[in-house]
């Protein structure tokens, strides 16, 4: 009788670690008999149950992967960029305030150089309007980044590495509701929920995020025409032209482990951004009507069912995307707010411009995992991602409307294994690239000229794991990697980007060595660290150039690249209320292109690659009170610090080294505090960014916002 008790003790721990996927302390009785009046008395002492979570197990795979859980930042008034961009050797570049756009770099290489999923699925297929910045945390399990070498599961052409966002699958039904608020007039209002239709296996999931901001924030020490002194004097002037408003509805119809499918889906998606342009791609260019336009619908399907030893998926998805830049006025503005006529639009000085864009894309996903023994799996993947671009001006008569195509195929194969107890785990795989472009342009006739291009690529990767405790683990990958442009290189973004159609893919040799390990004291002490080093070899680097004359982008080839570096991370936690964290990291690209294309010496040899920060870190740490006025209320407080060492804008070889532009070195202090009552129903919390109000300068010297309070309310039901 004593041992059945026991075993339906257990009973639930052991269903809530089944295979790791959920992480929990629960206490689980164990039982001292004593005799007290000649009756069998059973006394209960705690026994601490700890299992690996999903991100745990992620994180101790074969590649060199970041696995952050999104509950801790839930009920702050965060975007998935701002948490994403504090993990160690990720840098994320803003070019403004909210919903501006940004870059992302991974050990050294761009963000163009990054992939981005959902579930496993290309965030393509949400369309331009969705980024890391409207899509809803309260939609959001996990997010796991990848650097350098990404699993052949994922599909991709990803050079620098991958992110993928993981979404919440609960079994019970479930409503989360948000709304926010912050400095700059800035609103952020989520619900995303589960409702199971009784009696059925059908799951509906709806989601909706709206994000505005004004982004009004105060511009310092720029310089404007002065009518008393006739000069040019430097003041400290809000913005005037930067309002932002976004929209990400979606509703997902599903069954989950029914008889014909492990998973099925069907979703449908509507995005949209409206974005006034506040400036180009340097701060001294200033436009006061010029605006951008976009929204998208998508339809996708999803199928996954293991039959067997066999596993097979299937998504697809067609998105109509539609975008317009408005560049219609003849005037040339300051950061004042006053203008003077021009003989030009605003962006480009040419004729008045209203640039429409419709990206038609279709993405078909599918894969076949075969479980060959306890040891050993097999998986063969393929991709496809074909994409339009139709442009067409309803404004300047002189522009020739096109009808440019970009198809890519990605075929993988990979290994995976496990062996010793998986203390090893090894994965292997090589991927074939198919890449074409078809494209019209204007011959000298005045007449559209069609020309196609294929091209084939191909790559390999291996990643090795091995544990020798649980306090030392040590991991090692390789990858022959290769990158096609993206569609924001090849054919601009109607805005700030210029097209450039004979970009070329880029290709490298990816090295990552790691290792990694927790160490637990057994009396609420915790400490868990990893440390990377890197390699990167890089031909035909893709970066992008600025034009100071126009203040606009172009995407160009730098014929080879090197990149090395290292990162770390540290995390000390105690008894579920205290938390430290600190990581850092330290990379350099440089042209390793020793001539010229005319054979001459070239100067910028041995250089760092410009407007890139070789240099950063963040420290984290929080305090949680429990039971402050009843037993299930909790109070956090956490104070966040990240510093940027200063950078080139440019080439180190040009000019001297007085006159260079750089990017100074930058410190930002944050501040939140939250506090959850009724079990987590309810949520409210108070932060301050950039306390001290320091001048942060990002992507080519644009300045970032300045102190800024939110305060956000939160209530979760199930």
């Given at each position: 009788m004593k041992d059945r008790f026991l075993f339906i003790a257990l009973l639930p721990c052991s269903l809530l670690t089944k295979g790791g996927t959920f992480c929990h302390a629960d206490t689980i009785p164990a039982y001292t008999d004593t005799v007290a009046s000649g009756v069998d008395v059973r006394q209960l002492d705690e026994i601490n149950v700890v299992a690996r979570s999903r991100s745990r197990q992620i994180a101790e795979g074969a590649f060199m992967v970041n696995s952050l859980d999104i509950a801790p930042d839930l009920n702050r008034m965060k975007t998935l960029n701002d948490i994403v961009g504090r993990t160690s050797g990720v840098r994320l570049r803003r070019?403004?305030?909210?919903?501006?756009?940004?870059?992302?770099?991974?050990?050294?290489?761009?963000?163009?150089?990054?992939?981005?999923?959902?579930?496993?699925?290309?965030?393509?297929?949400?369309?331009?309007?969705?980024?890391?910045?409207?899509?809803?945390?309260?939609?959001?399990?996990?997010?796991?980044?990848?650097?350098?070498?990404?699993?052949?599961?994922?599909?991709?052409?990803?050079l620098g590495g991958a992110v993928n966002i993981v979404t919440r699958r609960k079994r019970d039904n479930f409503l989360d509701a948000s709304l926010a608020v912050g400095s700059f007039h800035t609103v952020q209002a989520d619900v995303t929920g589960q409702w199971r239709i009784p009696s059925t296996s059908v799951a509906i999931r709806p989601t909706v995020g709206i994000n505005h901001s004004r982004n009004d924030y105060r511009m310092k020490d720029v310089e404007v025409w002065s009518e008393e002194k006739e000069e040019y004097v430097h003041k400290d002037l809000k913005r005037f032209h930067d309002d932002y408003d976004s929209m990400f509805m979606q509703i997902e119809g599903g069954v989950d482990n029914v008889e014909w499918a492990d998973r099925f889906s069907i979703s449908v998606g509507y995005d949209r951004l409206e974005k006034d342009i506040q400036t180009g791609a340097m701060q001294n260019k200033v436009y006061g009507k010029a605006r951008r336009?976009?929204?998208?619908?998508?339809?996708?399907?999803?199928?996954?069912?293991?039959?067997?030893?066999?596993?097979?998926?299937?998504?697809?998805?067609?998105?109509?995307?539609?975008?317009?830049?408005?560049?219609?006025?003849?005037?040339?503005?300051?950061?004042?707010?006053?203008w003077l006529p021009s003989s030009g639009n605003e962006m480009t000085g040419g004729s008045r411009s209203l640039r429409i864009y419709r990206r038609p894309l279709t993405?078909?996903?599918t894969g076949i995992d075969y479980m060959i023994d306890g040891h050993n799996t097999l998986s063969l993947g393929y991709m496809l991602n074909s994409q339009g671009n139709r442009r067409r001006d309803d404004a300047d008569r002189t522009f020739e409307p096109t009808n440019d195509h970009v198809t890519k195929q990605i075929i993988s194969l990979g290994l995976y294994q496990k062996y010793l107890d998986e203390k090893l785990q090894s994965a292997c795989f090589v991927k074939d690239y198919i890449n074409c472009l078809s494209r019209q342009s204007a011959a000298a006739s005045?007449?559209?000229?069609?020309?196609?291009?294929?091209?084939?690529?191909?790559?390999?990767?291996?990643?090795?794991?091995?544990?020798?405790l649980p306090s030392l683990a040590l991991k090692g990958s390789y990858e022959h990697s290769v990158r096609?442009?993206?569609?924001?290189?090849?054919?601009?973004?109607?805005?700030?980007?210029?097209?450039?159609?004979?970009?070329?893919?880029?290709?490298?040799?990816?090295?990552?060595?790691?290792?990694?390990?927790?160490?637990?004291?057994?009396?609420?002490?915790?400490?868990?660290?990893?440390?990377?080093?890197?390699?990167?070899?890089?031909?035909?680097?893709?970066?992008?150039?600025?034009?100071?004359?126009?203040?606009?982008?172009r995407y160009v080839n730098e014929p080879a690249i090197d990149v090395k570096g290292v990162d770390f991370e540290l995390t000390y936690l105690w008894q579920n209320r205290f938390q430290f964290t600190v990581n850092g990291s330290w990379s350099?690209?440089?042209?390793?292109?020793?001539?010229?294309?005319?054979?001459?010496?070239?100067?910028?040899?041995?250089?760092?690659?410009?407007?890139?920060?070789?240099?950063?870190?963040?420290?984290?740490?929080?305090?949680?009170?429990?039971?402050?006025?009843?037993?299930?209320?909790?109070?956090?407080?956490?104070?966040?610090?990240?510093?940027?060492?200063?950078?080139?804008?440019?080439?180190?070889?040009?000019?001297?080294?007085?006159?260079?532009?750089?990017?100074p070195t930058q410190a930002v202090m944050n501040l939140s505090l939250s506090y959850s009552w009724h079990s987590s129903r309810y949520n409210i919390s108070l932060g301050c960014d950039n306390i001290f109000d320091r001048v942060c300068y990002d992507n080519y010297m644009l300045q970032n916002p300045g102190r800024s309070l939110t305060a956000k309310f939160r209530i979760f039901l199930r």
């Open positions: 070019e403004g305030g909210a919903g501006s756009d940004f870059d992302f770099v991974i050990n050294g290489l761009s963000g163009n150089s990054i992939r981005y999923f959902i579930d496993g699925v290309p965030l393509e297929t949400r369309g331009s309007s969705a980024s890391l910045d409207n899509i809803p945390v309260s939609l959001i399990e996990r997010v796991e980044l990848f650097k350098g070498v990404v699993p052949s599961y994922l599909g991709s052409d990803a336009r976009s929204s998208s619908v998508y339809v996708a399907g999803r199928y996954a069912k293991r039959f067997g030893d066999v596993a097979a998926r299937l998504s697809l998805s067609h998105t109509w995307d539609r975008s317009e830049t408005v560049d219609t006025v003849f005037r040339k503005y300051s950061w004042d707010g006053t993405i078909l996903e005045g007449s559209l000229e069609s020309s196609r291009s294929v091209k084939n690529h191909m790559g390999a990767g291996i990643g090795v794991r091995y544990s020798f096609l442009p993206v569609s924001r290189e090849l054919l601009g973004n109607g805005t700030t980007v210029y097209p450039n159609l004979d970009l070329r893919p880029e290709s490298g040799n990816n090295y990552n060595l790691g290792l990694f390990g927790s160490v637990d004291t057994g009396s609420g002490h915790v400490l868990k660290y990893e440390a990377g080093a890197f390699i990167r070899h890089v031909q035909n680097y893709i970066r992008a150039t600025v034009s100071e004359k126009e203040g606009m982008m350099e690209a440089r042209d390793m292109k020793r001539f010229k294309t005319d054979g001459n010496p070239s100067a910028t040899y041995r250089n760092r690659v410009p407007n890139r920060p070789w240099l950063f870190g963040n420290a984290d740490a929080s305090y949680t009170f429990h039971g402050i006025i009843d037993r299930t209320d909790n109070l956090r407080i956490k104070a966040e610090c990240q510093y940027i060492h200063w950078y080139y804008l440019n080439w180190e070889a040009y000019g001297s080294a007085s006159s260079k532009a750089r990017i």
